[in-house]
C-alpha cells in the first residue's frame, strides 16, 4: 500500500519567518516527489517537484529529499499571508502507472 | 494557452438525475485523470485514462463510469445522482515530468 504522510496542522508560521512542510513516504521505489499548494474551495497548484536527494530552490520555495529517510519536505522563505493555504505532498511510485499519490495536506496558516 | 477545461463549475441536481461532468484538455496530454475531493479532506482518484480508449478505475470505488473517445476529452456520468455523490470533482493531465495539473473542478450537490 502506497502512503504519503503529512502532518495535517495547522501550521502557524509568522509574516516573515520560514515556514518548514514535511511528508514521508512507504514506497522505497517512488522516484519523483511533488508539492502542491491548494486554496479553499480551489483546485491544487503545483509549487515544484524534485527527484534527486538533496535541495532545489524556486525562488522562495526549497524542496528537500532524502531518499534513505524516505523523506521530503518544502521550506517557504519569507512567509506572507497569501502562502496561507493547503500544502500537498505527492509522490510518484516505482512504476508510476496510476499517477500521484497524495497526502492529506498540511494546512499552514501565516500569521500577519 | 495551454489549459484544462471544466463545466460546469457548480451544479445543484436532484437524486436519481443523470449527469456528465465534461473536462477537455488543450496540453495534448495522453494521461488524464478524476479525482474526488470531499471540502478539507485529501484527494481520491477515482478513474484514469492513458489515452484514446483507456480507462481504468482508481483507488476510491466510484459508481460513475468515464470515456476517453479523443485525446482532448475526458467525461465523467454519473447515471443516478446520490446525495453521497456531492463533492467536488477534478480532472486532471499528467506532464511530461509525470506532474499533475488540475482544471479549475466542478461543485456537484446531489439533493
Known amino acids: 500500500q502506497k502512503e504519503v504522510e503529512q502532518n495535517s496542522g495547522p501550521l502557524s508560521v509568522p509574516e516573515g519567518a520560514i515556514a518548514s512542510l514535511n511528508c514521508t513516504y512507504s514506497?522505497?521505489?517512488?522516484?519523483?516527489f511533488f508539492w502542491y499548494r491548494q486554496y479553499s474551495g480551489k483546485s491544487p497548484e503545483l509549487i515544484m517537484f524534485?527527484?534527486?536527494?538533496g535541495d532545489k530552490e524556486d525562488g522562495r520555495f526549497t524542496a528537500q529529499l532524502n531518499k534513505a529517510s524516505q523523506y521530503v519536505s518544502l521550506l517557504i522563505r519569507d512567509s506572507q499571508p497569501s502562502d496561507s493555504a493547503t500544502y500537498l505532498c505527492?509522490?510518484?511510485?516505482?512504476?508510476?502507472?496510476?499517477?500521484?499519490?497524495f497526502g492529506k495536506g498540511t494546512h499552514l496558516i501565516i500569521q500577519p | 494557452e495551454a489549459d484544462i477545461y471544466q463545466t460546469p463549475r457548480y451544479l445543484v441536481i436532484g437524486t436519481g438525475k443523470k449527469i456528465t461532468l465534461e473536462c477537455s484538455q488543450t496540453?495534448?496530454?495522453?494521461?488524464m485523470y478524476w479525482y474526488q475531493q470531499d471540502p478539507g479532506m485529501e484527494l481520491h482518484l477515482i478513474h484514469y485514462?492513458?489515452?484514446?480508449?483507456?480507462?481504468e478505475k482508481g483507488d476510491l470505488s466510484s459508481e460513475s463510469t468515464v470515456s476517453r473517445i479523443r485525446t482532448e476529452h475526458f467525461p465523467l456520468t454519473l447515471e443516478s445522482a446520490r446525495p453521497s455523490h456531492t463533492s467536488q470533482y477534478l480532472c486532471?493531465?499528467?506532464?511530461?515530468?509525470?506532474?499533475?495539473?488540475f482544471g479549475q473542478g466542478t461543485r456537484l450537490t446531489v439533493v
Open positions: 486532471a493531465t499528467e506532464g511530461g515530468n509525470s506532474e499533475a495539473f
Open positions: 514506497d522505497r521505489g517512488s522516484q519523483s
Open positions: 505527492a509522490a510518484l511510485s516505482g512504476g508510476g502507472a496510476d499517477g500521484l499519490t
Open positions: 496540453m495534448g496530454h495522453d494521461k
Open positions: 485514462s492513458y489515452g484514446v480508449n483507456s480507462t
Open positions: 524534485i527527484y534527486s536527494n
